[in-house]
């Protein structure tokens, strides 16, 4: 008598002996998934399709947790090649050209140009640009997803690995729409490979990081006089920390009122209050030309793990679980506009735009608005 054959369990799958040829089960007609046991104990699944003409087709589909997921994708692969799915390798990279391409024709340079930029840093030339979007699984586009956010040091700031995992996000939908669009047009029979990957939770919506006088106060008592300085810099111009951690004692210009910095926008002048002025005076008394501008207690100069771990120990003594070191630049932005300052000298002077601050701070410049149109009334 036959004994039947069955995989649909790992305790199943363990008792077969290892071998080359697969352990198949019927899925449905001309229809199979199969198993191949290794040496080693791991395994490998198989799908085999009986085509129109009579011929087996087969097509590997590399490691699975359980039965169910394997024969998921084994039906969409068979399914796909009976609708008339190519059956050709195409990889992630071939996928994403594609989609620039179409982007190109549809909805003009800036959109394909921009997709065509995150390929081009993040696909093309790596490994999962080589894959075969037959053989992409769910733990190949993770991998990719998470190291585009890992920190180097456990102890990064917060804000950092905030905007990392969200440009993460931004990179992992233009991925995934190429691997769509490649579905759409019948390249790879199943998205089982991507479907489920899903982006970084709870890190695209901004930070309430606006501190008032009473919070600034308790953090800055609470910080150690290297970090007090930094957080006293960053108030004082609105800076991004790192833009501030690269000065040099050169960047001030004393004679200008002004402190030269260089961030994600480029180079620009802030120009400086009579406090800020004479704040950046005293901090580089004595110091010259290529002199950090600002420095940890040993001399060095700041970096984001230094400050993370800094920020934490001062917000838990302070009891501000929920602030960062980027709250700073939040709140000198908002005491700003709400002080009256406009809008668009307000992002000049700390490298932004007018619409990323009317994005995030609407309600203190809906504010001036509903001001200057009561003013104007008098006129």
Known sequence: MTTKIKIDSKTARDKLAPRREPYFVRLSAGVYCGFRRL?????????RRRNDAGKQEFNSFGQFDTFDAAS????????GLKSGVQHKSTTVSDACRLYVANRRSEKGAANANDAEGRFKRLVYGHRIGSIDLSKLRTLDVEKWRDEQSAMDDEAA???SEKRAKD?????????KAALNYAKKHRLVSTDIGWKE????????????GWLHAEERKRLLDAMQNDLRTLSLALLHIGARPGELANADAADFDRSAGVLNLTGKTGPRKVYL???ALEFFAALTKDKIGNAPLLTQADGQRWTAPAWGVAFREAREAAKLPDAVLYCMRHTYISEAIARGLDVFTVAKLTGTSVAII????????????????QVSAFL
Request: net charge neutral; proline share 0%.
């Open 39 to 47: 040496d080693s104990g791991a395994g490998t699944w198989i799908g």
């Open 72 to 79: 998921k994708a084994v039906t969409e692969w068979a399914n």
């Open 157 to 159: 700031d917060e804000e």
């Open 167 to 175: 440009s993460a996000n931004r990179n992992l939908t233009a991925l």
């Open 197 to 208: 990957v899903n982006k970084h939770k709870q890190v695209g919506a901004r930070r309430n």
């Open 273 to 275: 209050s009579s406090a």
């Open 358 to 373: 009317q994005s995030n701070y609407g309600a203190i410049t809906d504010n001036i608005t509903e001001r200057l149109n």
